[in-house]
């Protein structure tokens, strides 16, 4: 079957065509095997493994990489590789050994490499002179005497590096090797195949991860293992060797590096040099221009931080940057902002034309280069796009770094003028925050779902040139940091909108092994939507988010939590004891501690509303909640003795509690409510789903109507419980035949620990009357004569046309997932993005999709069948946290029912100047816009609401037609049965 196109995946899709084993991202075919004899070129074997070549006179950063290429073929094999460094007439000189031999080099660099080429043993013409590029493969006699040998060759340092370390993570050793313990995979034998591989050059020409709001965690944890720097930072050359080794190891180039209490350049004089050799171009964070940390500013610069009134001083500061880097591989940020990441107050447009003008001079003075050949970067980061807008004037050599909104929507893609500028533009975008509205810096909360639809976004409207993660503490955000890393080297692999679970599978296998790969990438995809509802931070907000009263919405959000960790927590035990670790820290780990923060939260919330009814089970949620925050702390405890303690700090972070956008001092949680003192009427309680009150209080109690078209998991269940000590036994009876409940006769008691009875109603559909019909249900306790609660069951036992196919009214709601549109109306060119969003799905159109008029252009066609006689309905449409990117054309969507009039809606109000968008902290917690419009009179029957999308830059989740019925709940009503 072809595989799923674009265009076509939305209709396949629609028609269940899509085979999901179709592998959606664009994975390379395997260049070695494994078996004892093979064709091709054996490279290892029992006691045996490759002689490294590399010539002395390549450079430095290819030799250090040879020999990690030496270390891993031992890591694999058992006996490490060795390295050689030797010339080509001294290479072809020697006819032995017979120990198989791997050329590595660069380009014009090496003379082994160039020996080669001159030799027309190997052609480089597919990667000469290009960008990070790089190839390998088996080339035979490549010299008299030698039958073949295996050649890596690069376009320049880092085209070499990566093709190295492109061959150890094909052997079998993670990039994550130590920052997540993944184990080498172990091999008998290694062959390469008669096969050529060539990658490069990347996507994104800078692309990499700023280490950031680094305290607690990573600074504790650097402090623990090494030496502090004159200055107290632990962020020495030893630590940094370790980020280059990971940055590398992903295809990576670029490194904003700690900078709260410490100052890269001076906290180790070898810092500089060994970015440089290892081939790392350093950047430094939005605020801290001409290579000089922020840090630096209170030790060494002369007077304030202030470019009117201390000109003079701020300059001879900026220059001693450039002049101290001048050796060093640097992505210079220009531009000032005021002290410490603020605004600052004195700066305007003018004096911002004048400051980066004059940085660019001091850097062509002390690097001796034409601009275009330093990278620099301008960070278009919170206040700083007003000024551009202004109309600010800056040398097309500076790349504009656009920015997110900390919260992982992109503010802004750059025009077509904007892409005309030598410099490109760039994107800096977070998988962690210290800021407004809260904090996220804990564990990963990020969607990959989501940074694929973002990063998408910023690649194709042409943010090419710099992408950087703020990745907080590195550790616990390895899934985020992998797969951004990998979007940036190859944004082609990720055509496709489901290429990410397919990455992930992949990814999966390579760190757990292919026994795991898909169930730890269906653990994460769960995990990334679980986490997409709200961040941890967020949850201490009151009243807890998630209805305790409608759609079983708490219940249920916390039961998706306790079925994900037996999930992982069955893998993890299937796993050999060399792999748990890592798998504990990618996997294991974020979704135990997640769902023990969602149990504290969801449990405390729901022993307030069963001590309002009495039930003597709050008690028991409360005891639950305490003991969850124990637990909290064991598992915190876990991570730190993890490998003998290797992680110790990095659970440091507090996040329990949060009572504004900073962290608290210490983790705490609200206390539970119990129930205290005696029942003053009734020993038998009786609650409804989404009831408003409860027996005693209400003798007759009523449920919604239940129909046909209910959505599947929510039931309508009535609870019996105990009000106080004892224990009693109930009856549950119908006055109608065709409706029955389980448990219809129990005994509840608080000695057994059995104090609430779930009773679900269920319906016999073929036996019901056609049409309304209204069920009486009595519970009776049987050891308290006269002591009975009513239950009302309205069924509606309805039908839809056998020609009507779409969504059927449940309850006055219709609710669609927005995937579920019924056809392209026109020529559409709608995408979905599989495990997008809070629920199932995300629509959106793809990147630079021309903006549209309101009721033109692709639609989203929803047939949907109503029963209620509606004056007064309204469509409620559920929209991703997008910000209006797209300069002068915010995001909006129009809507019609039934043909008739449109209405076209902006989500996302504008700003003046730079400030977020009201209603933005909203939108960003719940990770949704809802927007609701009046849509007026709905008769019975049938009906389509059309809905089109106005920009490219917004994606839709789920649509919602409201005849009376929808109640409050944080992600919507869950979708309504569907005619098919
Ligand atoms: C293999 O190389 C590693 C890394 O350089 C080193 O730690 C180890 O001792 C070497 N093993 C042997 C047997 O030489
Ligand atoms: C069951 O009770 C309801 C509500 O009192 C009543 O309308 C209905 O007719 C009863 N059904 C039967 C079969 O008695
Ligand atoms: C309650 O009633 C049930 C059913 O009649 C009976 O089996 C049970 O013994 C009674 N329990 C008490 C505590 O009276």
């Not at 493969?137 to 005497?145: F, I, K, L, R, S």
């Not at 990039?175 to 008998?188: F, M, N």
């Not at 001796?368 to 330093?374: A, C, D, R, V, W």
């Not at 990959?448 to 616990?476: P, R």
């Amino acid at each position: 079957m072809a595989p799923c196109s674009r265009l076509l995946g939305i209709v396949a899709a629609a028609l269940g065509l899509c085979a999901s084993s179709e592998a959606a991202y664009k994975q390379k075919s395997p260049a070695f095997t494994y078996t004892s004899a093979a064709t091709g070129l054996q490279l290892g074997g029992p006691s045996l493994a490759p002689e490294i070549r590399v010539a002395p006179d390549d450079l430095p950063g290819v030799i250090r990489a040879a020999n990690d290429l030496a270390a891993d073929f031992g890591r694999v094999l058992g006996v490490n590789g060795t390295v050689v460094v030797a010339d080509w007439s001294a290479t072809i000189a020697q006819k032995l050994p017979s120990r198989p031999i791997i050329i590595v080099g660069t380009v014009g660099k090496s003379s082994l490499i160039d020996g080669l080429v001159s030799s027309k043993k190997l052609d480089t013409a597919a990667i000469a002179k290009k960008w990070e590029t790089f190839s390998y493969q088996v080339t035979a006699t490549p010299w008299d005497g030698r039958d073949a040998v295996f050649v890596i060759a690069g376009s320049d340092l880092r085209g070499t590096v990566f093709g190295i370390y492109d061959v150890t993570e094909q052997i079998g050793v993670s990039p994550w090797h130590y920052w997540a313990d993944v184990p080498p995979t172990k091999r008998e034998y290694i062959w390469a195949r008669n096969s050529s591989h060539t990658e490069g050059p990347p996507s994104i020409k800078f692309r990499g991860i700023f280490l950031n709001d680094e305290a607690p965690a990573l600074t504790g944890w650097g402090k623990a293992n090494f030496k502090q720097s004159q200055y107290g930072s632990a962020f020495v050359t030893e630590f940094y060797k370790h980020i280059f080794d990971l940055v590398l190891r992903l295809k990576g180039n670029y490194v904003w590096p700690a900078m709260w209490s410490s100052m890269f350049y001076l906290d180790d004089p070898k810092n500089g040099p060994a970015a440089t050799e290892y081939g790392i171009f350093m950047g430094t964070s939005h605020h801290e221009p001409m290579a000089r940390a922020d840090k630096e500013q209170g030790r060494f610069l002369k007077g304030s931080w202030d470019w009117k009134s201390n000109k003079a001083g701020v300059q001879s500061f900026m220059d001693e940057g450039a002049t101290r880097s001048k050796n060093w591989s640097t992505v210079y940020t220009l531009g000032m902002r005021g002290s410490g990441d603020a605004a600052s107050a004195t700066l305007s447009s003018s004096a911002l034309e004048e400051i980066i003008s004059w940085q660019q001079s001091s850097l062509t003075k002390a690097l001796g280069k034409p601009l275009s050949e330093i990278p620099q970067a301008w960070v278009m980061y919170k206040e700083v796009p007003g000024y551009w807008s202004n109309g600010m004037k800056v040398s097309d050599d500076v790349t504009l770094l656009w920015s997110d909104d900390n919260r992982g929507n992109i503010r802004r893609i750059p025009t077509d003028a904007e892409l005309r500028r030598a410099g490109g533009s760039g994107m800096y975008y977070h998988f962690d925050y210290v800021g407004d509205p809260r904090n996220y810096k804990w564990i990963n909360t990020i969607q990959l779902q989501k940074t694929w639809e973002q990063m998408t976004l910023a690649h194709d409207s042409g943010n090419k040139n710099i992408w950087i993660a703020n990745v907080g503490d590195l550790k616990a955000l390895e899934l985020p940091t992998a797969h951004f890393m990998a979007l940036a080297w190859d944004r082609d692999s990720f055509s496709d909108p489901d290429s990410t679970r397919d990455w992930l599978k992949a990814w999966s296998g390579r760190q757990f092994g292919e026994a795991a790969a898909e169930a730890a990438a269906s653990i994460m995809t769960t995990y990334g939507k679980l986490t997409a509802r709200m961040k941890y931070e967020d949850l201490s907000r009151s009243p807890f988010a998630f209805s305790t009263a409608n759609y079983d919405e708490a219940d249920l959000n916390y039961k998706e939590w306790v079925d994900l960790l037996a999930k992982a927590q069955a893998v993890y035990d299937s796993l050999s004891a060399d792999v748990q670790d890592s798998f504990f820290e990618i996997v294991l780990h974020p979704v135990l501690a997640g769902k023990t923060v969602f149990e504290i939260y969801s449990k405390v919330a729901i022993s307030a509303v069963y001590a309002k009814e009495h039930r003597v089970s709050a008690n028991q949620f409360t005891k639950d909640a305490a003991a969850a925050f124990t637990a909290d702390q064991a598992i915190t405890k876990r991570f730190h003795t993890l490998k003998n303690g290797k992680w110790n700090h990095f659970m440091d972070q507090t996040h329990l509690g949060y009572n504004n956008w900073q962290e608290p001092s210490s983790n705490s949680v609200p206390k539970g409510t119990s129930v205290s003192g005696s029942a003053t009427n009734a020993l038998m309680g009786v609650s409804i789903q989404a009831g408003s009150s409860a027996f005693p209080g209400s003798a007759k109690l009523t449920l919604s109507a239940v129909t046909p078209f209910d959505p599947p998991n929510i039931d309508r269940w009535i609870d019996v419980y105990i009000r106080d000590t004892g224990s009693f036994s109930y009856s549950i009876t119908s006055n109608a035949t065709f409706v029955s409940v389980t448990n219809a006769r129990q005994t509840v008691s608080t000695s057994s620990g059995s104090t609430d009875i779930r009773s679900v109603v269920t319906v016999d559909w073929k036996a019901a009357p056609a049409g309304s019909s209204v069920v009486t249900l009595t519970i009776t306790n049987l050891n308290q004569t006269g002591t009975t609660a009513t239950v009302i069951v309205p069924v509606e036992n309805l039908s839809v046309p056998s020609d009507f196919k779409g969504h059927v009214e449940t309850d006055r709601t219709v609710s669609i997932e927005a995937e579920h549109f019924s056809k392209p109306a026109s020529a559409s060119e709608y995408v979905v993005v599989p495990d997008f969003g809070r629920t199932l799905s995300g629509v959106r159109l793809p990147p630079k999709f021309a903006s549209q008029s309101p009721g033109k252009g692709p639609v989203l066609v929803y047939p949907f069948y109503t029963f209620t006689n509606s004056v007064d309905a309204s469509v409620t449409v559920y929209l991703a946290p997008s910000e209006n990117a797209t300069p002068n054309s915010p995001n909006r969507y129009t809507i019609s029912v039934d043909g008739g009039g449109l209405t076209t809606v902006q989500p996302v109000p504008a700003t003046s100047g730079s400030s977020q968008p009201a209603g933005w902290a909203d939108a960003v917690i719940r990770n949704a816009y809802v927007k609701a419009s009046k849509v007026g009179k709905l008769a019975p029957g049938k009906h389509e609401l059309k809905v089109y999308l106005l920009e490219s830059t917004m994606v839709i989740t789920k649509v919602v037609v409201d005849l009376g019925g929808v109640k409050s709940s944080l992600l919507g009503p869950p979708e309504s049965g569907r005619a098919v």
